[in-house]
Nanobody, 123 residues
């Protein structure tokens, strides 16, 4: 495993969770990173991205203002702080490393994927 996502769980609507994505066996400090999610019966969607040094971040409209992506390159870890969660945020969340120094909403630009962590938001 080269990317390990963690931090998912069950939370009530309006609550918060912080997901982590830790690298192992290799570093992704020079790579853009992204978070994607896949809800039951839906396609995987991009939700947040960050470039290699954290200087630029990008969000899907559905999470803008509620989610924050960040990274700690000293720890080779990327985070996704999720606030004001709603049942529509229920999904398996995946972190991924871009082929490039910047992130992208296109999943084809990512060549390393974590195993996913389940987030369930109850109403």
């Amino acid at each position: 495993v080269q990317l390990q996502a963690s931090g998912g769980g069950l939370v009530q609507a309006g609550g918060s969770l912080r997901l982590s994505c830790a690298a192992s066996r290799r570093t992704f400090r020079n790579n853009g990173m992204g978070w994607f999610r896949q809800a039951p019966g839906k396609e995987r969607e991009f939700i947040a991205g960050i470039n290699w040094n954290g200087g630029n971040t990008y969000y899907a409209d559905s999470v803008k203002g509620r989610f924050t992506i960040s990274r700690d390159n000293a720890k080779d870890t990327v985070y996704l702080q999720m606030n004001s969660l709603s049942p529509e945020d229920t999904a398996v969340y995946y972190c991924a490393a871009s082929r490039f120094a910047y992130s992208s909403s296109d999943s084809a630009n990512y060549n390393y994927w974590g195993q996913g962590t389940l987030v369930t938001v109850s109403s």
